[in-house]
């Protein structure tokens, strides 16, 4: 039973270049949220998918989007980098509400 | 939005210590979980615990739903404990289920 996988794990972009990391969910969950952790802090949400479509957002700009498909995976897009973009991009998923979620180990985005 | 503040920041243990976590968190919630990244950035799942104590084997945790805060207990500390332990609560807005992390309790354990 595979877990939450996430690709690539490593990734190094220059400023203003645009990005995308992907996401295949655990089995049996329906439901994808992306978040971003800088180094020295907690995850921070970005947003979640559901049904193809984005359920919730936190507060990121408008360059953060992201996508859904009919298998569940998922996509985020990252336009115009800046140098603060550079974290650690987590993926989880869950099923319904009242579930845990489970992460995936994550793309490690390097701004030059 | 809701703050979640954990405590202590930073801890460090010779091993076979025991250690209690705190997180302690704003308003009301529908879920709480417990995480520890390792070294290389994963983070594991330990506990799902909107409310009472649960168990595995060297970890428990308790969380006191209406007093706001949860304690996670390790109990004979091993180096492999060593990482950071995050609290993350759920609240379910909108029909969202996003989590809110703490800023996690950074545990060394040494030899």
Known sequence: ?112 | GIQVEQSPPDLILQEGANSTLRCNFSDSVNNLQWFHQNPWGQLINLFYIPSGTKQNGRLSATTVATERYSLLYISSSQTTDSGVYFCAVERVLNAGNMLTFGGGTRLMVKP
Not at chain 1, 31 to 41: C, D, E, F, I, K
């Open chain 1, 1 to 112: 039973d595979a877990g939450v996988t996430q690709s690539p794990t490593h990734l190094i972009k220059t400023r203003g270049q645009q990005v995308t990391l992907r996401c295949s969910p655990k089995s049996g969950h329906d439901t994808v949220s992306w978040y971003q952790q800088a180094l020295g802090q907690g995850p921070q949400f970005i947003f979640q998918y559901y049904e193809e479509e984005e359920r919730q957002r936190g507060n990121f700009p408008d360059r953060f989007s992201g996508h859904q498909f009919p298998n569940y995976s998922s996509e985020l897009n990252v336009n115009a980098l800046l140098l603060g973009d550079s974290a650690l991009y987590l993926c989880a998923s869950t099923q319904g509400n009242n579930q845990p979620q489970h992460f995936g180990d994550g793309t490690r985005l390097s701004i030059l």
